[in-house]
């Protein structure tokens, strides 16, 4: 594992110089490292690149980590990992892609992630983002299915910390009666970076709820996306909220939708676009930070 890598994994993966419990590492385009514990199976997926991944009964919290990272140029990436947790299970996942390159030429990752969660299991899945290196074209095309069976709850916390050229993410989720879906997506874009997320929410079950919360950082010349459709087959609960910040010449769409099919479905969307505002940097200002610390500041506070 090379000092990049390193690097990387501490920034989208927490990494501390050891891996605590299950894991598996990729880098670029292969398994340097995979180990499974008692409550936690991981195995090469047969036929396709990536992994399977079993949570099994009787797991209350265990930590798994599934980073993947790409430290050389004119690598494309694809990853196929499929999560299945054991009724009543409990877990938190780990995730994310860094990219770095030196030599001119594009890297990308794409990883194709299912869930499934049987009745009653809980997950907490931390994905995050981030690319470094010279001009080169860095990209992540990041694909989610989620199954969610009665009254599991999925509870995602997903990040782009800059550096990502391209991105395009696209995540779908049904959930049956009582089940539980909770997003917050992060994502700051620069210079002429491009982001488009597009979320796809079936609330199938009565009592079902979802709850989808974007924040969003626009600056210079970089263009954002926002999309959302939840769709109530049954009395349940949606909302989906997206908060964006644009600055320079950045700019931001956002498309919330909503399809109630049942009378008893009650979803909300809201879309908030706007500047930094003048005042909050002229107040920090008056308590000696500079121009660009006080935008800083503010866009940490907005994002956290």
């Known amino acids: 594992m090379n000092s990049i890598t390193k690097k990387l994994l501490e920034t989208v993966a927490g990494w501390k110089g050891k891996w605590e419990g299950a894991c598996s590492l990729r880098e670029n385009g292969a398994c340097v490292e995979m ?3 008692r409550f936690v199976e991981i195995a090469p997926k047969e036929g396709l690149p990536g992994l399977d991944i079993h949570i099994l009964p009787g797991c209350a919290g265990e930590t798994v980590a ?15 990992n ?28 794409s990883g194709i992630h299912r869930f499934f969660l049987g009745p009653g299991a ?11 290196g010279d001009e080169a074209l860095r990209a992540i095309s990041p694909e ?24 395009s993410r696209s995540t779908k989720a049904v959930l049956a009666e009582r089940a539980r879906f909770f997003l917050v997506e992060r994502l700051v874009t620069q210079g002429r970076e491009q982001a488009k997320s597009a979320f796809t929410v079936r609330l199938d079950g009565a009592g079902a709820a979802a709850e989808l ?46 399809c109630a099919r049942h009378a008893e479905a009650a979803l909300i969307h809201e879309a908030a676009i706007g500047r930094i505002a003048g005042e909050q940097i002229l107040k920090l200002r008056t308590l000696g930070l500079s121009q660009a610390e006080a935008e800083q500041a503010i866009i940490e506070g907005f994002l956290s």
């Open 213 to 258: 919360a974007s924040r969003a950082v626009a600056r210079a010349y970089s263009r954002q996306s926002f999309s959302s459709r939840i769709t109530g087959n049954a009395p349940c609960k949606g909302h989906s909220a997206c908060d964006a910040l644009v600055s320079e010449c950045a700019q931001v769409d956002a498309v919330p939708s909503l």
């Open 82 to 109: 499929d999560f299945h947790i054991a009724a009543g299970a409990r877990a938190t996942i780990v995730a994310g892609c860094g990219i770095h390159t030196e030599n001119g030429e594009p890297a990308r990752h």
């Open 144 to 167: 989610t299915e989620i199954y969610l069976e009665e009254s599991a709850l999925l509870e995602m916390d997903t990040a782009q910390l800059g550096g990502v050229g391209r991105a």
């Open 66 to 80: 599934v980073p993947a990272c790409i430290t050389d140029g004119g690598i494309d990436d694809l990853v196929y």
């Open 122 to 132: 809980q997950v907490r899945y931390v994905e995050k983002h981030a690319g470094s």
């Open 35 to 37: 180990r499974s514990t």
